[in-house]
């Protein structure tokens, strides 16, 4: 079936760096969206984006924090600098809708910030 | 603001044993309501998802029926396997309240043989 791809699955950085995590979504989808979970616990919303734009954003999505598709390639998670709260597990997820259509979910991107 | 509340954190229970895993949420829209599995290490899976009142939906064994009058969408099984351990979310879409899913905080189902 249809996948999420994130690309890396894990990556380690120190804090104050930049690092940028990618998504492929699935092919025909038009919404994405970016997840946090800090160790199995709750998901949390961080974003999520529809024609090029960001239609919402939650109080964890810091101004250090951005989200761009150039393209239609890549849906990417930026976030310049990092700071050690930033560890987690980010999933990305896509849908074709925004109504009754669930999101698939990539299978995360473990950020460590040392 | 729109919320998703999962009173228990952690199940345990015994291979065969039904289960139900509580879900309650709030919002002044027209709710969908959606339950995830995530498996370790794994990406969260959609299980179930509903926004017709009263009736029941079922995939995999499992089944829920949203139930408006008391806001809840708790999930059942009436046999559980020792595949079914897992972390299990229950998610609020609030159409027109917004479009992100809102997550609850999560249930550990621990099954053991």
């Known amino acids: 079936g249809p996948k999420v791809l994130q690309i890396p699955s894990h990556q380690i950085i120190d804090m104050g760096q930049m690092v940028t995590l990618n998504c492929d979504p699935v092919?025909?989808?038009?919404?994405f969206y970016w997840y946090k979970q800090i160790l199995g616990q709750q998901m949390e919303f961080l974003v999520n984006?529809?024609?090029?734009?960001?239609?919402?954003k939650s109080k964890l999505f810091k101004d250090q924090f951005s989200v761009e598709r150039p393209d239609g390639s890549y849906f990417t998670l930026k976030i310049q600098p990092t700071a050690l709260e930033d560890s987690a597990v980010y999933f990305c997820?896509?849908?074709?809708?925004?109504?009754?259509?669930?999101?698939?979910f990539g299978e995360g991107t473990r950020l460590s910030v040392l | 603001g729109d919320s998703v509340t999962q009173t228990e954190g952690l199940v345990t229970l015994t291979k065969g044993l039904p289960v139900m895993l509580n879900c309650t949420y709030q919002?002044?829209?027209?709710?969908?309501l959606f339950w995830y599995v995530q498996h370790l290490n794994e990406a969260p899976k959609l299980l179930l998802k509903s926004s017709t009142d009263n009736k029941r939906t079922e995939h995999q064994g499992f089944y829920a029926t949203l139930h408006k009058s008391s806001s809840s969408f708790h999930l059942q099984k009436s046999s559980v396997q020792l595949s079914d351990s897992a972390l299990y979310f229950c998610?609020?879409?609030?159409?027109?309240?917004?479009?992100?899913?809102?997550f609850g905080t999560g249930t550990t189902v621990s099954v053991s043989p």
């Open positions: 984006f529809y024609n090029g734009k960001v239609m919402e």
């Open positions: 998610a609020l879409r609030a159409y027109q309240g917004g479009r992100a899913l809102i």
């Open positions: 997820a896509s849908s074709l809708t925004d109504n009754n259509q669930a999101p698939l």
């Open positions: 919002t002044t829209y027209s709710p969908f």
């Open positions: 092919s025909n989808h038009l919404y």
